[in-house]
Each structure stands twice: as C-alpha cells, then as structure tokens.
C-alpha cells in the first residue's frame, strides 16, 4: 500500500472519528453539551448497539462504562478543532458554525444521505441522555 492509497482509503472510509464528528454535527450550532466524561461515555454507551458505534468497545467495571476509542476521538476532535470549550469554567463543548462546516466537508461527506439521517437519530438520541 502507498502512502496516497493510505491517504485515499482514510478519505473515503467512515472511521470512529467521522462518526463522533458526526454526532457533534447534529447537535447543533451552539449547542453546548457536557465536558463530563462520565455523562459522555455513558451516553455513548447507552447506544452501544447501534451499528455506527460497533468500535466503540467499553469496560464496565469502573464507575461508569469506559471507551478509550471514545476518549482518544474527543481529544482528537479537541486538538484537530472541531470541538471547543468556550466557555470560562470548561464544563460544555460548543461547536460553532465553522467548526461544523469543516466537519461537514471533512466526516458528514463520507455519509449517505440515509446513512446521515440514521447519524441525526442517533445524536438526537444521545443528546436526550446528555441533558
């Protein structure tokens, strides 16, 4: 495999990346949601069975149900900057509106227009076990 098939693949194919920036994308413009790790993972975790999150495995012996999948793809979205916390004590996310074109361009591209209104569903979902 060369380095522009390497490129290519990760371009087209739907990672676990695409999926919380998609999910993210459906929340909304700001629209803050919690910084709460517990609150996230198990919100996430809730939806396990769905098929968008098949990679998303999770520990449940701690104190809430734990995916470091799902830790590694916020911190990515966080540095990347996608994902901000501007708000001064840093316990809500908020997207803004270019955030969100760039998650548009970058992850909701890759989706169906079915597969995108499966991903709505699921974020209005997880958004319901957020609040």
Do not use: W
Request: aromatic letters at 12%; hydrophobic letters at 35%.
């Amino acid at each position: 495999m060369t380095l522009n098939s390497i490129k290519r693949k990760l371009q087209e194919d739907i990672t676990p990346f695409d999926v919380v920036a998609g999910v993210i994308y459906f929340l909304g413009k700001d629209e803050p949601f919690p910084t709460n790790y517990e609150k996230l993972h198990s919100a996430f975790y809730a939806e396990r069975n769905n098929p968008f999150l098949k990679e998303f495995k999770f520990r449940e012996g701690g104190p809430y149900p734990y995916s470091e999948l799902l830790e590694s793809v916020f911190s990515r979205l966080a540095i990347s900057g996608l994902l901000g916390c501007e708000n001064p004590d840093y316990r809500q996310f908020v997207t803004n509106e270019h955030q969100l074109k760039e998650i548009k361009l970058s992850s909701l591209r890759k989706f169906s227009k079915k597969q995108q209104e499966e991903l709505r569903t699921l974020s209005l979902r997880i958004q319901e076990k957020l609040n």
